[in-house]
């Protein structure tokens, strides 16, 4: 037994030397701090191994060792009791759980609906729903209505409140990844804990918990591959494929998720640059090899992830539903009591005498349309209009929205036996259904769009300005469909044959003579989404009779029911175009929308409920004196960093290797993720709310606890002053603490309040709480 013990000791001993050896060359990317940490790790994982070897000849038995990490299980509790507290009330609709609710509604009905992000924290919340009997049939009417008996509202709002008491000990196991100290680790749980932003949102049917969570536990799993990636163990690439899974599910629960997985991979890259590609030790082989497989495993997991979601997403949702007709005409009929009435029944091949509803393809869903009214004279910026009879782009089914094919040389409308299909590159006109006047366009500046051409219906007023009525088909995707014209499936663009241009759809809205309906030009510009149209409705003429005609049309069939087969890729692929393209259009003022330049300082808050028998609210708001604590750390930060450079650069080296190494490797993970979780949020073009900070603020309030560590670092040596330095953090931290308790009145919404109280509360004339009895 003896000689076992010397065994284990001296092959301690070798392993430490070896493990030390390699250390020395490393590059100066990680702390000595944590190398030692990784030492002592490696001596109890020794020292375990001998015991179990030693005991496995006394005793043949085996022992497992398992920690428990104390501190982290009172921190995930004491989030559990915030987050869950009375976490059914109130039993009311509040803010984004409109909408949200309604996607959860739709899940269990398998309906199909539209959302610009991505679709994994619905999902999650809906398995939530799924497990507790929820049968989707409440209707989620407006804020503030109360739910039914039988929604199971904490089983709804279960998964937001547990993400959101899995971030603080997440957050504490992040710090000490990065080499803090764990009071610095503590610290920066306990800020985030008792901030009342994030409490707020915990506790509803929100995404950015979720959000949170997989970001930051996926930069926790990236910053622990780093580490193990140091000494070569095994376990690295468990690491690194549970880092890109995370921080991809982030990304699948809203598109600012994009932004952590941005910063997790260019972390990896940024030390395969550093640390990898200068060992000599590894060949270049080796080297190209690591390189691919590398870049292999973070896009191929990242990509095979992001598809799944969707593959899920669209393999529930069979069914038609109140979004559908953002989607193509396609896409429409694809789902069941979609289009489907209309395309079961309707001709597939557009003939001469085809009646037709022509549908703009992509972005706004809106239907080519003319009615009887004519272009003005004159616009207000005195050019001169056609005159003409007005065709615009209009969003609603309607029966001026039928269009009849027909061959220039034709004088019947009625279609032959046997039938004349229309094919690519034929010349037609297009007939309007109602009027009877064929579509056409003249070198006439549109209204809207003055370097483009008006279009219109052709009306001869025997003036010196003939028809111009003839269009080109030109089948975008004719390979398909054998160069046919087909209803539904076909793309198909209008070339006007005197100009050579395009009939597009342009986005501008016509005023009031144009009843706001959008507007239709011709652009010289060919080939562009917005010139792109399919035929939905469709039908053939059997009476040549105008006014039967007429009856005809008016009592078709406008409203969708079987359905056709698109493949997984082409929904996937129009459905992205959609997200990415579509929420452009819905920019619009919310009262209590804000810039980003008023969120590091809680210009306004956001009004997420009140009740209405008294003044108890929800309100979004942060915990201000945190807030502007954080603004004041990045702020010394930056100075500090600024400062130790400059002196650096004259040969001054102010504090020592292993604190300089942590204190950029600081900057590099939070400094850099609180700016690139922030700074894009100036260019949105769209309404942005107090709720899109949270992100960057996560990053904030961990900044704030390294700085407050590294402060402590530059005192340690000077008594006084460190316990001044005491004083002053544990004040600091008690105003944090009764900040949360006074304002978590807003953060619940339980306990009644008078206007008296709402007014105490009012710290800034900005924050607008609402006070609707005295």
Same mark, same amino acid.
């Given at each position: ?72 299980? !009172? %921190?995930?509790? &004491?989030? =559990? ?5 009375? /976490?059914?009330?109130? +039993?009311? @609709? ?91 680790? !503590? %610290?920066?749980? &306990?800020? =985030? ?5 994030? /409490?707020?949102?915990? +506790?509803? @049917? ?91 495993? !973070? ?476």
């Amino acid at each position: 037994m003896d000689n076992i013990g010397r065994e284990c000791k001296s092959k301690i001993r070798k392993k430490d030397v070896e493990l030390l050896s390699k250390l020395q060359n490393f590059n100066d990317f990680s702390c000595n701090k944590s190398e030692k940490k990784v030492i002592n790790s490696k001596n109890v994982l020794y020292e375990a191994d001998c015991q179990i070897k030693y005991d496995s000849k006394e005793q043949q038995t085996l022992l497992i060792n398992i920690k428990i990490d104390i501190v982290s299980i !009172i %921190l995930f509790l &004491l989030a =559990v009791i915030t987050r869950f507290y009375k /976490l059914g009330e109130p +039993r009311n @609709i509040v803010f984004d759980e409109l909408h949200y609710g309604k996607y959860i509604s739709l899940y269990m009905r398998r309906t199909f609906f539209f959302d610009s992000h991505p679709p994994f924290g619905k999902q999650l919340i809906a398995t939530a729903a799924y497990l507790a009997n929820f049968d989707g049939k409440f209707k989620f009417d407006r804020i503030g209505s109360e739910y039914s008996s039988n929604v199971p509202i904490f089983a709804l709002r279960l998964i937001p409140a547990l993400c959101g008491s899995l971030i603080i000990p997440v957050i504490y196991h992040f710090m000490l990844e990065l080499s803090c100290q764990q009071w610095t680790a !503590i %610290l920066a749980a &306990l800020l =985030v804990l008792c901030d009342n932003a994030f /409490l707020t949102q915990s +506790r509803f @049917i929100l995404m950015e918990p979720m959000l949170i969570l997989f970001g930051l536990f996926g930069l926790y799993c990236t910053i622990k591959y780093l580490n193990l990636q140091m000494y070569g163990a095994s376990s690295q690439w468990i690491w690194l494929i549970l880092a890109l899974i995370s921080l991809t599910l982030s990304l699948c629960i809203k598109y600012s998720g994009w932004f952590s997985w941005i910063l997790g991979v260019s972390l990896i890259w940024v030390d395969y640059w550093k640390r990898i590609i200068p060992n000599r030790n590894i060949s270049n082989k080796n080297l190209i090899l690591k390189t691919i497989f590398q870049f292999s495993i !973070i896009h191929f997991v990242s990509i095979i992830l992001y598809l799944s979601v969707f593959y899920i997403h669209l393999s529930i949702l069979k069914k038609a539903g109140p979004h559908d007709s953002v989607m193509t005409s396609a896409f429409q009929a694809s789902l069941e009591g979609g289009l489907a009435s209309i395309t079961k029944g309707q001709p597939l091949q557009v003939v001469h005498g085809s009646q037709i509803t022509l549908r703009h393809t992509h972005g706004r869903t809106c239907w080519l349309h003319s009615h009887p009214h004519v272009y003005p004279l004159r616009y207000p910026d005195k050019r001169g209009s056609s005159h003409q009879q007005q065709v615009t782009c209009y969003t609603f089914k309607d029966v001026n929205n039928w269009w009849i094919v027909k061959r220039p040389y034709k004088d019947t409308l009625v279609v032959g036996d046997p039938i004349d299909v229309i094919k690519h590159g034929d010349i037609i006109q297009l007939v309007h259904g109602i009027t009877s006047r064929a579509l056409n366009t003249h070198d006439v500046a549109a209204p809207m769009s003055p370097h483009n051409q008006e279009v219109s219906c052709y009306i001869d007023y025997n003036v010196s300005m003939p028809a111009q009525n003839l269009w080109k088909v030109d089948i975008i995707n004719k390979e398909e469909t054998d160069n046919a014209w087909h209803s539904i499936q076909s793309l198909i663009r209008f070339i006007h044959v005197n100009s050579s241009q395009a009939l597009k759809f342009s986005g501008r809205q016509l005023p009031d003579w144009g009843f706001h309906q959008h507007e239709v030009v011709t652009d010289k510009v060919i080939q562009q989404e917005d010139t792109t149209w399919n035929v939905e409705e469709h039908r053939y003429t059997k009476s040549e009779d105008e006014k039967e005609r007429e009856r005809d049309m008016v009592s078709a069939e406008m409203i969708p029911i079987v359905a056709t087969s698109l493949s997984f890729w082409q929904k996937f692929y129009e459905l992205q175009y959609k997200m990415f393209f579509n929420h452009q259009e819905n920019v619009q003022n919310h009262m209590y929308s804000s810039e980003p330049l008023e969120w590091p300082l809680i210009g306004r808050g956001i009004a997420y409920w009140v009740s209405s028998e008294h003044n108890a609210q929800i309100y979004l708001l942060g915990n201000i004196i945190l807030w502007y604590s954080g603004v004041i750390a990045i702020i010394i930060y930056i100075c500090l960093i600024v400062f130790y450079l400059i002196r650096r650069r004259r040969q001054y080296y102010d504090i020592d290797s292993n604190t300089w190494c942590h204190f950029t490797k600081i900057g590099h993970v939070l400094l850099l993720g609180y700016f690139l979780h922030y700074l894009p949020y100036f260019f949105v073009d769209r309404t942005l709310f107090l709720h899109h900070y949270l992100q960057a603020l996560i990053f904030k309030c961990l900044l704030t606890a390294a700085v407050i560590e590294h402060v402590h670092t530059l005192l340690k040596r000077h008594y006084i002053f460190k316990i001044a330095y005491y004083a002053i953090i544990c004040l600091w931290i008690l105003a944090i603490v009764w900040v949360f308790r006074k304002f978590s009145v807003i953060s619940y919404g339980i306990i009644p309040l008078s206007a008296v109280d709402v007014i105490k509360l009012r710290w800034k004339n900005s924050w607008d709480f609402i006070i609707h009895k005295q």
